[in-house]
T-cell receptor, first 113, second 113 residues
Framework: EAGVVQSPRYKIIEKKQPVAFWCNPI?????LYWYRQNLGQGPELLIR????????DSQLPKDRFSAERLKGVDSTLKIQPAELGDSAVYLC???????????FGSGTRLTVV | GENVEQHPSTLSVQEGDSAVIKCTYS??????FPWYKQELGKGPQLIID?????GEKKDQRIAVTLNKTAKHFSLHITETQPEDSAVYFC????????????FGRGTSLIVHP
């Protein structure tokens, strides 16, 4: 099993530029999550998908962040324009039929300069 | 919402010693408490979990305890090894149809050979 695949692993951009992250969940997992992890802190939920529907996006800064999960499989998270404070690791996780527990990807480390 | 406090932020031990990480949560309705281990450059991985109807759970060298009355839970690692060095996160989850844990800020465990 390939696990949750994220790309790119690292991204350095100048502020005000756009950036996109991609996530491919474990095959068959209907639930997909995007988290942001600031340095020295735990992950914080940005958005949760059930298949292609965003069911919890209350923590997503909608003025600059957007996400999509077309066809209920892989997903992209976009920031436009990026700000210095967006520097963090962006983690994707997916979950299957079991209520508890899911698998994280290795994350994308974003640095905004 | 739920709030999770985790201590200590850094823990340094000698190989073979025991390590204990403590967490408290605010919402007495939380009923599932996973622990994650995050190695450098990787996403968090579930290492052990405990549900609110259980007071203690053990898996080889790691164990978790839960005190619902006091709203705190702990991770115990015995006979620590250098490969146990990582950041450990506790989390608390409220009941419901989704699985969205609230994470602590993490504990950086350093095991010296």
């Amino acid at each position: 099993e390939a696990g949750v695949v994220q790309s790119p692993r690292y991204k350095i951009i100048e502020k005000k530029q756009p950036v996109a992250f991609w996530c491919n969940p474990i095959s068959g997992h209907n639930t997909l999550y995007w988290y942001r992890q600031n340095l020295g802190q735990g992950p914080e939920l940005l958005i949760r998908y059930e298949n292609e529907e965003a069911v919890d996006d209350s923590q997503l800064p909608k003025d600059r962040f957007s996400a999509e999960r077309l066809k209920g499989v892989d997903s992209t998270l976009k920031i436009q324009p990026a700000e210095l404070g967006d520097s963090a690791v962006y983690l994707c996780a997916s979950g299957g039929a079991a209520i508890y527990g899911y698998t994280f990807g290795s994350g994308t480390r974003l640095t905004v300069v | 919402g739920e709030n999770v406090e985790q201590h200590p932020s850094t823990l340094s031990v000698q190989e073979g010693d025991s390590a204990v990480i403590k967490c408290t949560y605010s919402d007495s309705a939380s009923n599932y408490f996973p622990w994650y281990k995050q190695e450098l450059g990787k996403g968090p991985q579930l290492i052990i979990d405990i549900r609110s109807n259980v007071g203690e759970k053990k898996d080889q060298r790691i164990a978790v305890t839960l005190n619902k009355t006091a709203k705190h839970f702990s991770l115990h690692i015995t006979e620590t090894q250098p490969e146990d060095s990582a950041v450990y996160f506790c989390a608390a989850t409220l009941p419901g149809g989704s699985y969205i844990p609230t994470f602590g800020r993490g504990t950086s465990l350093i095991v010296h050979p």
